[in-house]
């Protein structure tokens, strides 16, 4: 069992940068692949991006590559998302989500993982 707590959301202005993280405990953070998903209100939660158990293989949904870069500190068993030049519409609350490193590609869906956090709010205001 791996138990998931993120933070860092808050109130941003359009442009600008803010690093959400999440902390995990339980399981062996380092065999678990992690990710960050999304929900705007009234949308359904989304795909933002991910990283192997490893470092080594990173996914970002399309309309983040070049803002967002997620990292993983095996030390600390805590994986982030930073995120730059933020647009209203990345506007939602974020959600941490972990699921057992397996031989296959990294899960771009939401039943790909079985773990997730409580979420955080990130406001961007234009």
């Known amino acids: 069992q791996v138990q998931l707590v993120e933070s860092g959301g808050g109130l941003v202005q359009a442009g600008g940068s803010l690093r959400v993280a999440c902390a995990a405990s339980g399981r062996t953070f380092s065999t678990y692949d992690m990710a960050w998903f999304r929900q705007a209100p009234g949308k359904e939660r989304e795909f933002v991006a991910a990283?192997?158990?490893?470092?080594?293989?990173?996914a970002y949904v399309n309309s983040v590559k070049g803002r967002f870069t997620i990292s993983t500190d095996n030390a600390s068993n805590s994986v982030s998302l930073q995120m730059n030049s933020l647009k209203s519409e990345d506007t939602a609350v974020y959600y941490c989500?972990?699921?057992?490193?397996?031989?296959?590609?990294?899960?771009?869906?939401?039943?790909?993982?079985?773990?997730w956090g409580q979420g955080t709010q990130v406001t961007v205001s234009s």
């Open positions: 990283i192997s158990w490893n470092g080594g293989v990173t």
């Open positions: 989500a972990a699921r057992r490193a397996v031989f296959a590609p990294l899960a771009i869906s939401l039943e790909g993982y079985d773990y």
